[in-house]
Antibody
Framework: QVQLLQSGPGLVKPSQTLSLTCGIS??????????WNWIRQSPSRGLEWLGR?????????EYAESVKSRITISPDTSKNHFSLHLRSVTPDDTAVYYC?????????WGQGTLVTVSS | EVVLTQSPDSRSVTPKESVTITCRAS??????LHWYQQKPHQSPKLLIN???KPFSGVPSRFSGSGSGTNFTLTISGLEAEDAATYYC?????????FGQGTKLEI
């Protein structure tokens, strides 16, 4: 059974970088049948897909246009996790952030992290 | 981007009743449409993948149908534990998108 465990701070100051990590158990980040996603949820935006990373014969990443200039999603095979870095945050980035495995749909989700952007 | 529009936005239902939630896509997504259940303060959970395939462990009262641009999620014989918000999601095109959600109150 796949389990995803998120870690990272719940409070980030405006203009700084939001950083979260998603630890994977029961699967590997380099599974060629899976993609590793970050999604956020807020009352104003609903569920918003931010991007994903996946391995086939090489690593690939894809991002939503709305955050493309500010986001990096990266895998770490040695620690079997993947990370989200969102730069230059504003209060509008306040949301619950989720990691999720994409295989047959988004079939495993992390527990969610409420990230508040505030000084 | 593929816009997913769910209806209704919310509905109050009684136990043992059956309910149908619809999801309309702004363009053809084939069968690449999935349904999730989210309870307060919990992560979404996959119910149905690829329009009609029940995910592992999902009760048989949940069923999905449709293809192309029109999809439905049916819950037959509602139970109190089905009170939640339900979302559709497409994995046909990037960016991945979600419906706005349908809140069921029981």
């Amino acid at each position: 059974q796949v389990q995803l465990l998120q870690s990272g701070p719940g409070l980030v100051k405006p203009s700084q970088t939001l950083s979260l990590t998603c630890g994977i158990s029961g699967d590997t980040v380099s599974n060629t049948d899976a993609a590793w996603n970050w999604i956020r949820q807020s009352p104003s935006r609903g569920l918003e897909w931010l991007g994903r990373t996946y391995y086939r014969s090489e690593w690939s990443t894809e991002y939503a246009e709305s955050v493309k200039s500010r986001i990096t999603i990266s895998p770490d095979t040695s620690k079997n996790h993947f990370s989200l870095h969102l730069r230059s945050v504003t209060p509008d980035d306040t949301a619950v952030y989720y990691c999720a495995r994409g295989s047959l749909g988004l079939d495993s989700w992390g527990q969610g992290t409420l990230v508040t952007v505030s000084s | 981007e593929v816009v997913l529009t769910q209806s209704p936005d919310s509905r109050s239902v009684t136990p043992k009743e059956s309910v149908t939630i619809t999801c309309r896509a702004s363009q053809n997504v084939g069968l690449n449409l999935h349904w999730y259940q989210q309870k307060p303060h919990q992560s979404p959970k996959l119910l149905i993948n690829y329009a009609f395939k029940p995910f592992s462990g999902v009760p048989s009262r949940f069923s999905g149908s449709g293809s192309g641009t029109n999809f439905t999620l049916t819950i037959s014989g509602l139970e109190a534990e089905d009170a939640a918000t339900y979302y559709c999601h497409q994995s046909y095109r990037l960016p991945r998108t979600f419906g706005q959600g349908t809140k069921l109150e029981i």
